[in-house]
């Protein structure tokens, strides 16, 4: 009878604990599981697939380590002994034959996905792209919209449904540009230029950070980004070229000085070539 409590206590831990992680997720916004753009749900369902696919093979490799330690173990005296059992031909065919079949379609999955999701492949859409420039600073983000001539700290806009084409460079150590709603990440460095496609599909504003440590600054390395109206991204454009500030290279020099944790702030953009500028310097 013990051994039957026994079962029934792993049984409860077991469903307990899947239980609590579901509620967990429904009840805890992750960004990454709760994508707003089409390129961060493409790859939300790849995270799924993939995970489902590999839980064929775990969850019954779990379930049988622990039905085999009760069956097979010293205080089970009743127990079938068969000394001569060494061979399985169709033990043999499931589990070599399930991890390769899963392996197979991982494989052509993420072969399909590697060019489907490449950060350097553009969106199609009807709508014109707007191109924003990115330089991870220390610590903080510089943006540069080089086609409306202003340029942003910490903050950037974007209208929805519209591919956003960020060119990503960086003029601090290493670093990595990142808005888990919309999609993955890809790194920034030093004289070397990046690319990411990306594509809000619902209006709100959306967290970005950093996701490669780069100091003693990088937990405040964070930044907002918001999907509005294509009207709403004009007149906050039309607002932002009406700023008294001028970045200017003198003032680009200033922003360069590592500080944490800075405000969003914004500027006319005074240097046009100031991304290339900052790529060959």
Not at 64 to 71: H, K, P, S, W, Y
Not at 79 to 86: C, I, L, V, W
Not at 240 to 263: A, H, I, Q
Request: aromatic residues 14%; neutral net charge; contains cysteine.
């Amino acid at each position: 009878m013990k051994n039957h409590y026994k079962i029934a206590l792993v049984v409860l831990a077991i469903v307990v604990a899947v239980v609590a992680t579901i509620l967990f997720i429904q009840n805890n916004n992750i960004p990454v599981l709760d994508p707003k753009g089409i390129i961060g749900q493409k790859q939300r369902d790849l995270l799924f697939i993939t995970t489902l696919l590999m839980l064929i093979v775990v969850v019954p490799a779990i379930a049988f380590t622990l039905i085999f330690a009760f069956l097979y173990r010293k205080g089970r005296p009743n127990a079938t002994y068969r000394p001569e059992f060494y061979d399985s031909h169709l033990a043999e065919i499931v589990w070599w034959g399930v991890p390769s079949i899963i392996i197979i379609v991982l494989a052509v999955i993420t072969y399909q996905s590697s060019y489907a999701l490449d950060p350097y492949k553009p969106i199609e859409s009807d709508k014109k792209p707007i191109t924003i420039q990115v330089v991870a600073l220390e610590w903080k983000w510089l943006f540069i919209y080089p086609e409306q001539s202003i340029a942003t700290i910490n903050f950037i806009q974007f209208p929805v449904d519209t591919p956003i084409n960020f060119e990503i460079t960086a003029d601090a150590p290493m670093n990595s540009f990142w808005i888990p709603q919309l999609g993955g990440q890809i790194y920034a460095m030093q004289s070397m230029r990046t690319e990411l496609h990306l594509m809000a599909t619902e209006a709100g504003v959306y967290r970005g950070c950093s996701s490669n440590l780069s100091g003693e600054g990088f937990s405040g390395m964070v930044f907002q980004a918001k999907a509005s109206s294509e009207q709403e991204f004009n007149q906050w454009v039309k607002e932002v070229k009406n700023s008294s500030k001028f970045l200017t290279l003198d003032e680009y020099n200033v922003l360069v000085t590592p500080s944490e944790y800075v405000p969003a702030s914004f500027y006319k953009l005074e240097k046009q070539d100031l991304f290339n500028y900052i790529l060959t310097k």
